[in-house]
């Protein structure tokens, strides 16, 4: 199983970009999946999440501004970030609660990272 992020740039404060990410392989069924950040320095943070069902939970910091969903037939999740702040500038991951196909175990994988600059 493996999780493949894309979209990150280097934006305009005020601007906007979306992220994606696409799990892919062994698949039985994913539950939960979402994005954490790492800015230089700190430790990595919460960012969102999405339950299978599109329940969603954002964090307070980005609340109002950036949104996920996901596309379950594409095994596919989304983060909509508007009103960037160069407070935002970071490495975004992508995280999902997958159950694989091969030994039927549920783990949280990881995406490899995709960096996002928002200039002043």
């Known amino acids: 199983v493996q999780l493949q992020a894309y979209g990150g740039g280097l934006v305009q404060a005020g601007g906007s970009l979306r992220l994606s990410c696409a799990a892919s392989?062994?698949?039985?069924?994913?539950?939960?999946m979402g994005w954490y950040r790492q800015a230089p320095g700190k430790q990595r943070e919460w960012v969102a999440t999405i339950s299978s069902g599109h329940s969603t939970n954002t964090a307070d910091s980005v609340k109002g501004r950036f949104t996920v969903s996901r596309d379950n037939a594409k095994n596919t999740v989304y983060l909509q970030m508007n009103s960037l702040k160069p407070e935002d500038t970071a490495v975004y991951y992508c995280?999902?609660?997958?159950?694989?196909?091969?030994?039927?175990?549920?783990?949280?994988?990881w995406g490899q990272g995709t960096q996002v600059t928002v200039s002043s």
């Open positions: 995280s999902a609660n997958i159950r694989d196909l091969v030994v039927r175990l549920t783990r949280n994988y």
């Open positions: 392989g062994s698949i039985f069924s994913i539950n939960s």
